[in-house]
């Protein structure tokens, strides 16, 4: 079945505690997405990549890291997570050429106490 | 700064009872303009993808349209399983060279039978 995982699935932590988000699909897409979202601000793109080794910054990439070092895989990493980080986060995938039929994980909720 | 705007934040059906949702846009250059479906607790689900003014996709009883500054879906004699929020999303760069994806805040739609 071709999916979009995510783990964890729900997270509780506290501020300043590192913390890595895992994203693995399954489908051979070279293009990868990180977004978070929030009441009344939608959907906003965190980190894309085009490719392996192939990263760039979306519209809210403060605070937050990612690393493309197979296809398959793009974590996001929190290296020093605040309250503000406090979000519902999605990852998503598509093949570089239809980059809009993203195919969207199932969310990871994040809580930084 | 790409902006997407939706409109009404939320919108109550009778079932059977047609409406339309409204997303503008402000971009500096259009590649495409997209529609997403979101289920509580579940990752967006793509629907259509809309490229020139005067473009229309259909899908069951789903109607997108676009024209140069908003772009409409029309919801014909909707059912509760229509009952979702619904995303616009816009790319801009012609020319194709940045991937990054601008969400609006979404219109939560409920159909009561």
């Known amino acids: 079945e071709a999916q979009v995982t995510q783990n964890p699935r729900y997270l509780i932590t506290v501020t300043g505690k590192k913390l890595t988000v895992t994203c693995s699909q399954n489908?051979?897409?070279?293009?990868m997405s990180w977004y978070r979202q929030d009441p009344g601000l939608g959907l906003r793109q965190i980190y894309y990549?085009?490719?392996?080794?192939?990263?760039d910054k979306g519209d809210v990439p403060e605070g937050y890291k990612v690393s493309r070092k197979e296809k398959r895989n793009f974590p996001l990493i929190l290296e020093s997570p605040s309250p503000n980080q406090t979000s519902l986060y999605f990852c998503?995938?598509?093949?570089?050429?239809?980059?809009?039929?993203?195919?969207f994980g199932p969310g990871t909720r994040l809580t930084v106490t | 700064e790409d902006q997407v705007t939706q409109s009404p934040e939320a919108l109550r059906l009778q079932e059977g009872e047609s409406s339309s949702l409204n997303c503008s846009y402000t971009?500096?250059?259009?590649?495409?303009l997209f529609w997403y479906r979101q289920d509580p607790g579940k990752g967006p689900e793509f629907l259509f993808t809309?490229?020139?003014a005067g473009e229309e996709k259909e899908k069951e009883r789903l109607k997108a349209t676009l024209t140069k500054k908003e772009s409409f879906l029309h919801i014909t004699a909707p059912k509760p399983e229509d009952s979702a929020t619904y995303l616009c999303?816009?790319?801009?760069?012609?020319?194709?060279?940045?991937?990054?994806?601008?969400f609006g805040a979404g219109t939560t739609v409920t159909v009561r039978a």
């Open positions: 998503a995938s598509s093949t570089t050429r239809d980059t809009y039929e993203q195919y």
């Open positions: 489908m051979n897409h070279e293009y």
């Open positions: 990549s085009m490719n392996v080794e192939v990263t």
């Open positions: 971009v500096s250059g259009l590649r495409g």
């Open positions: 809309l490229y020139s």
């Open positions: 999303a816009v790319q801009a760069d012609p020319w194709g060279n940045d991937y990054k994806l601008s």
